[in-house]
């Protein structure tokens, strides 16, 4: 076994860096902090993670990633998420409860890119 942080980052294939900033940004705080020509990589919202948003001509996903998830601090969050989603236009995929007090919540990013949104 070789010794790591976890996992540190997400890289994400999209057609509009500064789209998918704003969305992340409005949706989930994230703050830029590195950008060159065909990139832009942002921190948060946990104290260690980083999303890297990269153009592409074709933004569409690959590989065998489904969704990534955000957890909430608290269940009672979940509306406040929906409202923030659909606010900026995030597509809501599903909403409901894995079980009594689990709320959870699939929505896209303007890439297609399927986030859940939880409680645990």
């Known amino acids: 076994m070789i010794k790591t942080y976890g996992l540190t ?13 704003a969305f992340y940004e409005q949706l989930f705080g994230v703050k830029e902090y590195f ?7 942002v ?11 990269e153009k592409a001509a074709d933004a569409i996903p690959q590989g065998g990633i489904d969704h990534f998830g955000f ?15 659909e606010s900026i236009g995030a597509k809501i995929i599903d909403q409901g409860e894995f079980s009594p007090g689990l709320p959870y919540l699939y ?3 303007p890439d297609g890119h399927m986030i859940e949104i939880w409680y645990e």
């Open 43 to 53: 921190k948060g919202p946990g104290p260690y993670d980083i999303i890297v948003f």
């Open 107 to 109: 929505i896209e990013d």
């Open 71 to 85: 957890r909430l601090t608290d269940p009672e969050h979940i509306g406040q998420a929906i409202k923030e989603a």
């Open 9 to 21: 980052h997400v890289a994400l294939r999209v057609k509009d860096p500064d789209r998918s900033l």
């Open 35 to 41: 950008r060159d020509e065909t990139s832009v990589q």
